[in-house]
């Protein structure tokens, strides 16, 4: 195995054994959209582990259910409620199940993305962008906009979960660069409108999380470009400050710090979680 990655590996190991969760969402209502395999997931899996009740969203049922289950192990409350975040009724259904169940809500994550064609920005259908637009930047708006009285009562947060491509100009990632950069401009825009309602919103950025689908990816460049797995590691993590990249576990716990009372002062920011790739 390449020096670099085995080294990285190894870090990342020795992060979790020294990491001990604390309680820093007892207490707190997190809604999370977006659960999947990846973030999703370690998402509501490290919130649970810092004590919040969950309400867990997603278009696959059987995912929720197994997910809920796993979640439940840590002694809180989960509820699962299958939604499509571009569908306004389903939207109304999440939220109106979340405050059923819990009757409050601290914290919305928008964290469901989808990912346009990776070409030129000038040769995406332009029928293509608008729909990635609407999972990327519409449907964070609108659940932003439901979730808000709630919020405001809790005098909670929102996060969105944005991405580090938009410190890239490759032109295959222009398209989602689109999407990120109109949802960081929302994030802002919602600090300022809903500040004065006591709701924070800010924003998580991630550059490449060494979990499945990128590991998925790597092998696909790998191949394309006639190298190792770890070779193509290497390049990715090279940028680096730690010369590694972060897991998904480290991404969602950072995401959680800005959902704690730890950041009850922090509005209207993008926290930048990439391992030290881009910074002044």
Known sequence: MNTELGYAEAHDTSIEERYDAVPLLKGKVVVISGIGPGLGRSLAVEAAKMGADLVIASRTE???LELQAELEGYGVKV???VTDVRNEESRVNLRD????????????INNAFTIPPMDPITQIDP?????VNETNVFAPLRLSALFADALSEA???????????SFSS???YAGYKLSKGALEHLASSLATELGPRGIRVNSVAPSYIYEDVNRGYFDFLAAVEEKTHEQVYAEKAGPTDLKRLA???????ATLFLASDLASAVTGQMLT????????
């Not at 199940?97 to 809500?105: D, I, M, P, W, Y």
């Not at 029928?127 to 729909?131: I, S, Y």
């Not at 897991?247 to 716990?253: D, I």
């Not at 979680?273 to 002044?280: L, Q």
């Open 247 to 253: 897991s998904s576990e480290e991404v969602a716990r």
């Open 62 to 64: 059987s995912r929720l």
């Open 127 to 131: 029928v293509k962008l608008a729909k």
């Open 79 to 81: 509820l699962s409620v």
């Open 273 to 280: 979680v990439d391992c030290g790739e881009f910074h002044d």
């Open 155 to 165: 005098k909670g947060s929102i996060i969105m979960l944005n991405s580090c491509v």
């Open 170 to 172: 490759q032109p295959e």
């Open 97 to 108: 199940k979340s405050l059923e169940a819990f009757g409050r809500v601290d914290c919305v």
